[in-house]
């Protein structure tokens, strides 16, 4: 995947330390098969936190496993307290996506929920309606795949206002 990170380094505390942040599959921390946590890491290898993306969800009246795959990182500053924050985003293997915003602690801030596939996030600064940064997530809408209906989407988001557990307005139906 071109432009897509799995591991970032980054100084989350703002004290000119730089962190490990990563979303790949480690012994030790991973044995149990699950591929949906984000590992912190200090400047001396220490794993300071770790945080798991998706979840057991609902759409449409089925049930979704917790079988979800890594699909990118990013760090964000928060432009309030100049924090900054991580993004990550993963893809179910039966369809749901999820951005999950966590801080640097690893405490998650809140869950974007789209049902399709949006394997692809990156940043980018918009000149317009209000200039500023924004993530843009890429993949397909699924929202319809019961008639084997599914198509292209590309979601603009604002990352600080993803607080708590929201849903796409494309695919409405988890219920959030």
Not at 11 to 21: F, Q
Not at 41 to 69: C, I, K, Q, W
Not at 103 to 115: M, V
Not at 125 to 133: E, G, I, T, V, Y
Request: aromatic share 8%.
């Amino acid at each position: 995947l071109r432009g897509i990170h799995f591991t970032l380094l980054a100084d989350l505390e703002n004290d000119g330390k730089t962190s490990i942040v990563t979303t790949a599959q480690l012994g030790g921390l991973d044995d149990d098969g699950l591929s949906n946590r984000v590992k912190i890491f200090d400047e001396h290898m220490n794993l300071t936190a770790m945080s798991s993306t998706g979840r057991l969800v609902t759409f449409a009246g089925r049930v979704y496993p917790l079988d979800y795959g890594p699909s990118g990182i990013l760090t964000w500053e928060d432009s309030c307290s100049h924090q900054r924050e991580i993004l990550a985003n993963a893809v179910g293997f039966r369809s749901p996506s999820v951005l999950t915003r966590i801080d640097s602690r690893g405490k998650n801030l809140g869950e974007y929920w789209h049902y399709g596939h949006l394997g692809g996030v990156y940043r980018v600064h918009l000149l317009s309606p209000r200039p500023a940064d924004y993530v843009i997530l890429t993949g397909i809408n699924d929202a319809s795949d019961s008639t084997g209906i599914s198509f292209g989407a590309i979601v603009v988001l604002d990352p600080l206002k993803i607080i708590g557990t929201s849903e796409s307005s494309a695919s409405r139906g988890f219920g959030f």
